[in-house]
Nanobody, 124 residues
Framework: EVQLVESGGGLVQTGGSLRLSCVVS????????IGWFRQAPGKGREGVSCIGGINNTYYADSVKGRFTISSDNAKNTVYLQMNSLKPEDTAVYFC??????????????????WGKGTLVTVSS
């Protein structure tokens, strides 16, 4: 059974930090690009950051310089370190996987699997 399970969301003040984790199972971790997406109430889904291949990464302009994506292949886990959080970062964050190109995942939002998400709330 394929599973992507997110954790690490919560309530934080403006300027604070959170680290999200996405633990995957049921498929070969190394064969997939994995990314983080977010959706705020009343807004469209945004591809926040993706990682794939040999440390290839993508970041949305809105998070460049503040968020860092990384992976621990031994733990089948992808992390999203979020620093200098802003109220506009408030959203449900979920991870997704694609056996394909990283940019197809992060820009085209083509997904093979996805998780249920974790809520991040940034207070002003």
């Amino acid at each position: 059974e394929v599973q992507l399970v997110e954790s690490g969301g919560g309530l934080v003040q403006t300027g604070g930090s959170l680290r999200l984790s996405c633990v995957v199972s049921g498929f070969t971790f190394d064969d997939y690009a994995i990314g983080w997406f977010r959706q705020a109430p009343g807004k469209g889904r945004e591809g926040v950051s993706c990682i794939g291949g040999i440390n290839n990464t993508y970041y949305a302009d809105s998070v460049k310089g503040r968020f860092t994506i990384s992976s621990d292949n031994a733990k089948n886990t992808v992390y999203l370190q979020m620093n200098s959080l802003k109220p506009e970062d408030t959203a449900v964050y979920f991870c997704a996987a694609l056996r394909g190109l990283l940019l197809r995942l992060c820009i085209s939002h083509t997904m093979d699997y996805w998780g249920k998400g974790t809520l991040v709330t940034v207070s002003s």
